[in-house]
Nanobody, 123 residues
Framework: VQLQASGGGLVQAGGSLRLSCVAS????????MGWFRQAPGKEREFVAG??????RYADSVKGRFTISRDNAKKTVYLQMNSLRPEDTAVYYC???????????????????WGQGTLVTVSS
């Protein structure tokens, strides 16, 4: 499976962006999809994850970000509203090797990664 993320860019604080990640190569709906981010000098951190029926969010983005998926298009989205300068990072989409897993929140729980898309929020 391959993941292709897009949608990053430069936005002012308070603005919005929508990231997309297209998957190829397998039955998409069976697998958890996750978004992580990595700011300069920091560890990669969990942002949001979605299974067939549930979603989880990092506390830092709850109420501002929404993860969703379109199984027919094999695409997962991350709608980011009320963006803050501290949201600036490279955002990565990720998934599991195995289907029907619970939504993990650590990097180690995801084996497949996309290339990342840069989000820059100016103050």
């Amino acid at each position: 499976v391959q993941l292709q993320a897009s949608g990053g860019g430069l936005v002012q604080a308070g603005g919005s962006l929508r990231l997309s990640c297209v998957a190829s190569g397998r039955t998409f709906s069976r697998y958890v999809m996750g978004w992580f981010r990595q700011a300069p000098g920091k560890e990669r951190e969990f942002v949001a994850g979605i299974s067939y029926s549930n979603a989880r969010y990092a506390d830092s983005v709850k109420g501002r970000f929404t993860i969703s998926r379109d199984n027919a298009k094999k695409t997962v989205y991350l709608q980011m509203n009320s963006l803050r300068p501290e949201d600036t990072a490279v955002y990565y989409c990720s998934t599991n090797q195995d289907p029907f897993l619970p939504i993990g929140t650590t990097r180690a729980e995801y084996e497949i990664w996309g290339q990342g898309t840069l989000v820059t929020v100016s103050s």
